[in-house]
């Protein structure tokens, strides 16, 4: 593959496997997991890892693992995408300097074993100034790209305003992005993402990701995360549709809140990949299970679920969440 092509873009599957998860931050993460997670993923055609030195031992998991399935995978069939400029909660914890951008990257390549890095995205953005984005990390990461060390170089954040201008600045200037990451920004609770996406392209952005279809772990039936930052009013709304879930559907049909979530997020085609956490090798199925039963429903059945039941409540939920449709949380968050 020639330096800085952005064409490695184009064989990146359309489900990612997001590593963050390997932290610890939702639950215990085992190497054996991350292990096995890595693996199920590979095996059934997943070809793109998500990381973040900001992940906790992340990055240090994902490496072992990476290093463990060589034989079985070679690093050329896969992608590896990380994250810079974010090493903490506050505001203080980022650096977008020059010099750490050359460390950091270094850094995530000795982790995870290799000699070059597929994606590296500056990490939420919306913590630092834009000039710190666009003048300081994004022109270091491009040297490393023309030198081949970074293949292909983007950002990633939460609010969507905020990534399109850094993107129609790098436009402006002849060097547009080739990846943008948004999470939470499209999911059973909000849709924003879809209005930015033409934008996006327009501004000369390859590859969009949306990650995290289960809103960080709020479109579970388990306990949402306490350091969630969605309102009451969501969390109530999502938990009211939990209740609706395993009373009608779960025992009869075997069907979750996560999975709808998954299937509505799946369902949008806007975007080149959806990227999914998954510490576990049943994790990684049941995500992979739930985006081929979206495609297939939509070839045969429009997109609905086969049973009416499941189907009727499945309305039901979206119905519930329709209010929250354009909702989202401040970033950063007041006491960052």
Known sequence: MPVGDRTSLESLSKVGLGCGVFSGAYGPASQENAIEAVRTAFSSGINLVDTSPYYNDSEIKLGKALLALRPEFPRSSYHICTKLGRYGYHTADFDYSRERVQA???????????????????????????????????????????????????????????????AQIQQQRGNPLDVVLSYCNYNLHCQTLKEY????????????????????????SGPTPEWHPAKDEVKSAVAECVALVDKTLVNKHGVTLAEMAEKFAFGFDGVDVHLVGARTKEEVMRALSAYESTQESKMSNGGKYRDEEVQAVYEQVKEILEPFSNYTWPSPPADA
Do not use: W
């Not at 995530?108 to 990390?137: K, P």
């Not at 949306?210 to 772990?217: E, K």
């Open 104 to 166: 950091s990257v270094s850094e995530s390549m000795r982790r995870m074993h290799t000699d070059y890095l597929d994606i590296v995205l500056c990490h939420d953005v919306e913590f630092v100034s834009i000039s710190e984005v666009v003048d300081q990390a994004l022109p270091e990461l491009f040297v490393l790209k023309a030198k081949g060390i970074v293949r292909n170089v983007g950002i990633s954040g939460y609010p969507l305003p905020v990534l399109l201008e850094i």
């Open 197 to 220: 996406v033409p934008r996006l392209r327009d501004a000369g952005v390859t590859t969009i990701i949306a990650a995290s279809p289960l809103s960080m772990g709020l479109l579970t």
